[in-house]
């Protein structure tokens, strides 16, 4: 009938009626990890009714500019080769996250009667590195006086998560509270991270090096804090 959801399916490929992302790690959010994959389901609204994939089945199929085929959806059929590229791309975010022995897994829920199937992706985040040192190499020690005075609000502690996101985040916070305070041509690209990593305790020894746009010697202070 008009309203059959796979009328618009090619013979032999299957509708991707749903995505399901699984993590066994309450820290990691399903939709950020969804966020990350290279296909989409058919638009849902309310959840349920798949408006717009309706509106274009809906359409003649002999039209190509079918005024419902324009203001509806086409269906979104199941690619492998999308599905692998999805998985390297949540493991990569998940590197990012510090789950660096993450593993995903891909199975599909099949109903071959009606062409349509469900994709599911299931991420086994396994032990995540954590921070065990995080020291600051600071060249020019007017700058480091500046810089060690705003560590309170320091967004990376010992003992958490090996993010990358915050790790970013935390360049960032440097270069802004240098510029408030005069240090006007300062940006994050004079902060860089050196991260030593131990395979066997899952620690990352953390790095933090700054250098200055103008730098009245080349001598190096080392500070743990």
Known sequence: ???????????????????????????????????????????????????????????????????????????????????????????????????????VNDSLLIDPNKRKLNLIFDIRANQPYRIRNYVYVIKDSKLQNVILKDTVNQLLKRNDVFDLDVLNADRLRISRFLKDRGYYKFTEDFVSFKADTNLYNHRVDLTLKVDGPILPDDEKKVVEH
């Open 1 to 103: 009938g008009s309203c059959n959801s796979t009328r618009f399916v090619p013979e032999g490929k299957y509708l991707l009626n749903r995505i399901a992302v699984k993590a066994d790690n309450k820290n990691l959010k399903r939709e950020e990890l969804k966020n990350h994959l290279r296909q989409k389901e058919n638009l849902r609204i309310l959840g349920v009714l798949k408006f717009h994939l309706w509106m274009y089945n809906l359409s003649s199929g002999s039209k190509t500019n079918d005024w419902l085929k324009r203001i509806g959806e086409a269906p979104v059929l199941y690619d492998e080769f999308q599905t692998q590229k999805s998985k390297e791309e949540l493991i990569k975010y998940l590197k990012n996250k510090g789950y660096y022995d993450a593993t």
